[in-house]
């Protein structure tokens, strides 16, 4: 059984950073690629950045380019998302994902496996 466990969320102010980590099990995790999304209160879950498999390849939102950046340890199963200029338009609740694709993916569609999100709140 996957299991993804999201952490590093929190509550910052404007400007600040945080790093979110994911850790998975239950399946060979340098195989697939990963994904961050968000979702803000009444609003639909969205892409923030994904990674392929090695991580050599990487997408992220326009919102988030060049302030985040997503990579990954293999050996130790995990996903990182850093964090920094933060808004407070990215106050979210920030989920980490893994599909079956090898190469970067944007959609939710495309993701099987979902943590169960770490609070991200940046305050003006």
């Known amino acids: 059984q996957v299991q993804l466990v999201e952490s590093g969320g929190g509550l910052v102010q404007a400007g600040g950073s945080l790093r979110l980590s994911c850790v998975a099990s239950?399946?060979?995790?340098?195989?697939?690629?990963m994904g961050w999304f968000r979702q803000a209160p009444g609003k639909e879950r969205e892409f923030v950045a994904t990674?392929?498999?090695?991580?050599?390849?990487?997408a992220y939102a326009d919102s988030v380019k060049g302030r985040f950046a997503i990579s990954r340890d293999n050996p130790k199963s995990t996903v990182y998302l850093q964090m920094n200029s933060l808004k407070p338009e990215d106050t979210a609740l920030y989920y980490c994902?893994?599909?079956?694709?090898?190469?970067?993916?944007?959609?939710?569609?495309?993701?099987?496996?979902w943590g169960q999100g770490t609070q991200v709140t940046v305050s003006s």
């Open positions: 239950g399946r060979t995790f340098s195989r697939y690629t």
């Open positions: 990674i392929n498999w090695s991580g050599g390849s990487t």
């Open positions: 994902a893994t599909g079956q694709s090898h190469i970067p993916r944007t959609l939710t569609s495309e993701y099987d496996h």
